[in-house]
């Protein structure tokens, strides 16, 4: 459904959508065509889940060559 007033375009009952490898599947998406925005929901009785997927190349040339934060370890919030 597009919505003209909101810029909106509403996708639904298993729907998914894809850009530059990444894709998006959920019951309900939502394209914000001015934000070139996604939201997606897994509709109200919660038995479905949105699922995303990104490609690794497509998170490496994101970063912009910067180191990822932290060491990946799981912390407990404690100091040593």
């Known amino acids: 459904v597009y919505f003209k ?10 729907a998914s959508i ?6 998006v599947q959920g019951d309900v998406i939502d394209y914000f065509i001015e934000q070139q925005r996604v939201a997606a929901d897994s509709g109200g009785d919660g038995s479905e889940r ?8 497509t998170l490496e040339d994101t970063n912009d060559g ?15």
């Open 50 to 57: 949105v699922r995303v997927v990104i490609p690794p190349e």
């Open 66 to 80: 910067a180191e990822p934060a932290g060491d990946g370890a799981a912390t407990d919030g404690q100091e040593d």
């Open 18 to 23: 894809e850009r530059d490898g990444a894709v």
């Open 5 to 14: 007033s909101a810029q909106r375009v509403q996708l639904s009952t298993g």
